[in-house]
């Protein structure tokens, strides 16, 4: 069965279906998808997929931190629009995060 081709991202890669609902998925279950997606050997070489996965990793963890201020609710749900845009197969931009992975040299 081949998988539809929905756009050429930064990495130079197609995104697949597959690498879009990935992506929805590790937004939706951060952190813990995000780390499922980085332990599956044809998965972490994805550019598209190893950007989403960091990025609702370190969400996931800023979850968690901040649920004890309520604001960690807010985050999962801003988590979940990043998830939504990403199966539409955008690169997601998150202010501080994003800046954050690109220069841990993790995506």
Do not use: H
């Not at 890669?13 to 939706?28: G, P």
């Amino acid at each position: 069965m081949a998988e539809e081709v929905v756009g050429t991202p930064m990495g130079g890669s197609e995104i697949t279906q597959d690498d879009k609902l990935w992506a929805l998925l590790s937004y939706l279950f951060c952190p813990l998808i995000g780390i499922v997606v980085l332990l599956i050997e044809d998965k972490k070489n994805r550019p598209f997929l190893k950007y989403n996965a960091w990025v609702s990793i370190v969400l996931g963890v800023l979850v968690i931190v901040l649920s004890w201020a309520c604001v960690g609710l807010l985050v999962w749900v801003y988590a979940i629009y990043l998830g939504i845009k990403s199966y539409k197969g955008e690169w997601v931009e998150v202010p501080v995060v994003s800046d954050f992975v690109r220069k841990q040299g993790w995506a």
